[in-house]
């Protein structure tokens, strides 16, 4: 952990940033000078991927015009940057009304199945490669991944079980959604160097 905060010692901020007519108001940790650093003691799974970005955006959000920020998630298998984003506070303008629509309706949003949507859509787009079927089983891997998979499934949560059943998304409203929430995420993340490699 030592060569990501560079010796630094983590603390934590307080953050307050104007959203439209909102204010996003929290405590983050991990905070060094040059961003912030999560740390976890497992695989990086899905979940902590969009927390991270979510996060960084606030960060970046909340930081004076010009500066630049970079976040990093280490993990044991791997580390991901986040690139500063100039645009984090409309991004997050953008959660707030997926939010909103939450409150009407169950929003298609997962944060495996939806990631392993994106990210094999970005594998085929930057190889000028479209294949509907493999993305078709992308989003059916990741929806249930089968017994002997030690991931959690977006289909085992009860919440979500409740609200769309077994059968794993697809169709425009999920694709569109995973779209939008998690293209500037991987257009900001980079791999980094994972502790002690």
Not at 11 to 28: D, H, L, M, Q
Not at 43 to 70: F, M, Y
Not at 137 to 145: D, G, L, Y
Request: include cysteine.
């Amino acid at each position: 952990m030592q060569e990501h905060t560079r010796g630094e010692r983590a603390r934590s901020v307080e953050v307050s940033v104007p959203v439209g007519t909102r204010v996003i108001e929290g405590r983050i940790s991990g905070m060094v000078a040059s961003g912030m650093v999560l740390w976890r003691g497992g695989n990086a799974r899905p979940r902590d991927r969009v927390d991270t970005w979510i996060k960084h955006c606030v960060i970046c959000a909340s930081v004076l015009e010009g500066e630049s920020l970079q976040s990093r998630l280490v993990c044991t298998d791997k580390a991901l940057v986040f690139r500063h984003f100039k645009d984090a506070a409309g991004y997050l303008g953008l959660l707030l009304e997926i939010y909103d629509m939450g409150h009407d309706e169950p929003v298609p949003f997962f944060p495996a199945t939806s990631l392993a949507y994106c990210d094999t859509l970005k594998k085929q787009l930057s190889a000028s490669n479209s294949d509907e079927a493999k993305l078709a089983s992308a989003i059916r891997t990741a929806w249930a991944p089968g017994r002997h998979s030690p991931a959690k499934a977006d289909s085992d949560d009860p919440y979500v079980f409740r609200c769309f059943g077994t059968q794993p998304p697809d169709g425009d409203r999920f694709r569109d959604l995973a779209t939008r929430i998690l293209s500037p995420m991987i257009g900001h993340q980079s791999d980094g160097e994972r502790a002690g490699a």
